[in-house]
């Protein structure tokens, strides 16, 4: 029987599914919106996955899982490889561009860098804090200039005049848009301008003084914005590659490095099956204060058992609770343990 081999990216913008085969081809992908309930939307998408794939012809060979919320995802799904973006983002970017040197990736809540030496990932750098450079701000920035995102990056190439905008933070850039606006700059030499100071802003907190070298390679949700690819090219005086499947490159990085790991194991995937799709969870989380980590803890529960703990850094819980009822009980609010833990916040999918 032939095997697919599923990668999982669980962002805090998007969540991303994508299906493998044994030669690295695409079978499935699946990008969808985070709205805030993970576990509901993978199981929508193994769903999906089932619909259009005819699975009796196949079978799951391995699961990967990376992303922000990779280790509750990974607990539920029965991964066999769970790594971070950078990891998972290499090696996607290095299969497709062998000869990639710099990877630029540009999400809705975060950006990265990435350099690559012969294949290998050498140096990162991650923003997670100035959302001014991140597909957010231009998602917001969009809507207020009442342009649809797909035109945005189209209209800022349609310009003959520059126009500077304050990039450094997302309440300066706003409000120099406004003033540059009222000073007559049209909407397409704002965007443009946008998108520099976006660039700028990567360069300054990301690159710093690091020596970049090509190929570069530009990925993410944001690398469709051709507005954005052009005002790289421009700062950095070369030729950026956007790679086919740029918005899902994580979870098809992770999906290659669960084949591989599945198969260098010899064992068969741990995968818990689609039948979890029917499965309902319930998730519970605590604040832990028996040190100053105060590790936010979070319980997966199913048939009335706990079946994954997560988020305690030492692994305390996870040792005491994974299989317990009692625990459930906890979660409800009735056992001496609610004491210990404080008070639970419960959500079902
Ligand atoms: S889970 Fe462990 S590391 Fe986290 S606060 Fe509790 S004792 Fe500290």
Known sequence: MKKLYLGVDIGSVSINLVAIDEENELAFKLYTRNSGNPIELVKEGLTKFKEEIEIDDYKIGGVGVTGSGRE??????????????????ARASTYYHPEAGTIFEIGGQDSKLIIVEAGIAVDFAMNTVCAAGTGSFLDHQAERLGIPIEEFGGLALEVDRDVRIAGRCTVFAESDMISKQQYGFTKPEIINGLSEALVRNYMNNLVRNRVLEGEYIFQGGVAANIGIKAAFEEEIGAEVIVPKHHDVMGAIGIAMLAK????????????????????????????CEDCANNCEVIKVIADQKVIAVTGDRCGKWAASLIGDTAAVANAEGSSEKEEKTGNERIRRA
């Not at 599945?262 to 741990?270: A, D, N, P």
């Not at 099956?273 to 998730?283: A, I, R, S, V």
């Open 260 to 287: 591989r790991d599945v198969k260098r194991s010899g064992q068969e995937s741990s995968f818990r099956g689609f039948d979890l799709t029917e499965q309902e969870f319930e998730t519970t989380s605590f604040e």
């Open 72 to 89: 509750l995802i990974a607990y539920i799904l029965g991964a066999d490889t769970v790594k971070n973006e950078i990891t998972a983002h």
